[in-house]
């Protein structure tokens, strides 16, 4: 049976896949699928509490001063660039993981928030912000009344 175009790519796309497993990032940076920066997304944690919300940003080698924070209804923006290491002449690169660039990344926030009650911090490479919740979603203790028969 004589072999199709779609079997021809899974040969190709088969053996790439063995190049790179055999190889890692020297066969990468020899297919030339590498690019010199990669986008920079930086990791988030959202933890909801009962009067905030608390958004996490991993940002090491950020300048916090240079980070710009948005927040538009329930989204929240965080817009910066991460550097690049600069390679001085006489030096090799063997591996290169960082992700450098610009960077916007926009977090959806799990519950109305008040616009008014935003605050950020940096602290050891990780932004901290801090959004109060709309006070109609802040939890209330309803007292349970007892009575007597």
């Not at 608390?54 to 329930?74: A, F, M, R, Y």
């Not at 990344?105 to 959004?131: C, D, F, W």
Request: glycine content about 8%; aromatic content about 0%.
């Amino acid at each position: 049976m004589p072999e199709t175009p779609v079997d021809k790519l899974r040969e190709v796309v088969a053996g790439l896949i063995d190049v790179v497993a055999t190889q890692g990032g020297k066969a990468i940076d020899t297919l030339g699928l590498r690019t010199g920066t990669r986008s920079a997304i930086p990791s988030v944690d959202v933890i909801e509490t009962n009067d905030d919300v608390l958004v996490h940003v991993d940002l090491p080698g950020v300048d916090p001063k240079q980070v710009e924070i948005l927040l538009t209804g329930n989204m929240l923006t965080v817009k910066g660039q991460q550097p690049a290491v600069e390679m001085a002449a006489g030096q090799t690169v063997h591996r290169h993981e960082r992700t450098a660039g610009v960077f916007c990344r926009s977090i959806p926030l799990p519950v109305a928030v008040n616009a008014e009650q935003v605050s950020a911090e940096s602290l050891h490479g990780v932004l901290t912000i801090r959004v109060g919740k709309a006070e109609r979603l802040k939890a209330r203790q309803i007292p349970v009344e007892v009575r007597s028969v």
